[in-house]
C-alpha cells in the first residue's frame, strides 16, 4: 500500500509542482490541503488533469484548530506532513506583521499538535533562505550563521525553524527535513500549471513575464550594489527542481537515512545570477526586448545570496535539471496560458 503524504498549501506555488511530483514517483497517495487564501481552486484542477489521476482535497485553515482537525481525523493514517501553508510576501510582511506571525505559527503549531497527538513522525517544514539575512561569506552553507530576520516574514521562518528543533526535541521518536529555499521560479515544463499571484505580483519573473505582455512595467531595484553589474545576485532555482527535492526529502524520512532528528538541506543550484543577467536569460528565450526602468533600491533587500548545495546533492541524492533559460522559457510559457486559457 502507498504511503500516504499530507500536503499543506498543496493549491500555492510549490505546493501545486510538489504534487505533482509525488503523485508522479508513483510511491505516495496525497491529500492537499489548503484554505485557498493566496491559490485557487484551478490549481489543483491543473495538477489532476497533468497527473490524469484524482485525489482527496481538504479546504480548511490550519488555524482553525477544530475544523481542521475534524478533516484530518477523516483521512486515516498519515505517514508523512509536508507543511508549505504560509504567508510568504516579504514587503506585506513588514505592513502586517500580526498578520505573518499569527497565520504562520499558529498553523504550524495546530500541525505539530496535531503530529504529536496521531504520531506522525515525518515532518517536512519549507524555509527559505532569507534566514540567512546579509551573509557574511557566500555561497551559505546550512550551518552558516543565522542573521537577524530582515523582515517579519523571515523571522516567521525562523521561528518555525525554532519550533521544530524544540518540538522534535520533546518527541524523540519525531524527524523533520528542513528545505531552505533559495529563489524559486519557472513553471511546470507543460506550461499547464506556474505561479498565479492573486493581486500584483512581488516577485521578480512573474513581473518580467507580466511586462512582456505589456501587463506590468518592470522596474530594477538598485543598479549601485556592489556587484558585477551593480543589480542583486540570487539563486534561482526551477519549482519542479524544488518540488523533486520534497520527494526525496519524503523517502529520506520514510527510509530511516536522516543521522540526526532534523535534516537541514538549502536548495539552490549554487549559481548567483544578477538582475540584469535574469532579464538577459528572459529576453533570449522569449526572443525579445524587455522594456524595464533602472530604479532605486527596494527596502530589505540583500545584496546577494546563493546556494552551497553539496548537502542535499550528497544526502538527499538531488539531482538539478532544470538551467536559467529552461525557467525562463517554462514561465513564459505559462504566462501565454494564462493569457489565452484564464487560469
Ligand atoms: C524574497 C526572499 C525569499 C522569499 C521570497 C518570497 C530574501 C533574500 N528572499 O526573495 O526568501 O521566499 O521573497 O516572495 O528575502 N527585483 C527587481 N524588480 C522587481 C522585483 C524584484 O529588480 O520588480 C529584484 C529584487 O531586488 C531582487 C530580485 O529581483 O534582487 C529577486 O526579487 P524577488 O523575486 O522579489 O525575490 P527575493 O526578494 O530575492
Request: aromatic letters at 8%.
Amino acid at each position: 500500500m502507498s504511503k500516504k503524504v499530507l500536503v499543506t498549501g498543496a493549491a500555492g506555488y510549490i505546493g501545486s509542482h510538489t504534487l505533482i511530483e509525488l503523485i508522479e514517483s508513483g510511491a505516495y497517495e496525497v491529500i492537499a490541503l489548503d484554505n485557498f487564501s493566496n491559490s485557487t481552486k484551478q490549481a489543483l484542477e491543473r495538477v489532476k488533469k497533468i497527473t490524469n489521476s484524482e485525489f482527496k482535497v481538504l479546504e480548511t485553515d490550519l488555524c482553525n484548530k477544530e475544523h481542521c482537525f475534524s478533516l484530518l481525523d477523516k483521512v486515516g493514517k498519515i505517514d508523512v506532513v509536508i507543511h508549505f501553508a504560509a504567508l510568504k510576501a516579504v514587503g506585506e510582511s513588514v505592513l502586517n506583521p500580526l498578520q505573518y506571525y499569527t497565520n504562520n505559527l499558529v498553523s504550524l503549531l495546530n500541525l505539530l499538535e496535531y503530529c504529536k497527538v496521531n504520531q506522525i513522525t515525518n515532518f517536512v517544514f519549507s524555509s527559505s533562505c532569507s534566514i540567512y539575512g546579509n551573509a557574511d561569506e557566500l555561497p551559505v552553507t546550512e550551518t552558516s550563521p543565522i542573521k537577524k530576520a530582515e523582515s517579519p516574514y523571515a523571522n516567521t521562518k525562523q521561528m518555525g525553524e525554532e519550533i521544530i528543533e524544540h518540538f522534535l526535541k520533546s518527541l524523540p521518536q519525531h524527524n523533520a527535513v528542513i528545505l531552505r529555499y533559495f529563489n524559486p521560479v519557472g513553471a511546470h515544463l507543460s506550461g499547464q500549471l506556474g505561479e498565479y499571484p492573486l493581486g500584483k505580483p512581488n516577485n521578480l519573473v512573474p513581473i518580467i513575464t507580466q511586462t512582456a505582455i505589456g501587463k506590468n512595467n518592470l522596474t530594477v531595484f538598485g543598479n549601485d550594489y556592489d556587484t558585477r553589474d551593480g543589480t542583486c545576485i540570487r539563486d534561482y532555482i526551477h519549482v519542479s527542481d524544488i518540488a523533486n527535492a520534497h520527494v526525496l526529502a519524503t523517502n529520506f524520512l520514510l527510509n530511516n537515512k536522516n543521522e540526526s532528528q532534523v535534516s537541514l538541506f538549502n536548495l539552490g543550484t549554487g549559481n548567483g545570477v544578477t538582475v540584469l543577467e535574469a532579464i538577459t536569460a528572459f529576453e533570449k528565450v522569449a526572443k525579445l526586448k524587455l522594456k524595464y526602468t533602472l530604479g532605486a533600491r527596494r527596502a530589505g533587500d540583500v545584496v546577494a545570496v546563493y546556494a552551497n548545495n553539496n548537502l542535499a546533492i550528497k544526502k538527499l541524492n538531488w539531482k538539478i535539471k532544470y538551467s536559467i533559460n529552461d525557467m525562463m522559457l517554462s514561465a513564459w510559457k505559462w504566462q501565454q496560458t494564462i493569457e489565452n486559457d484564464g487560469i
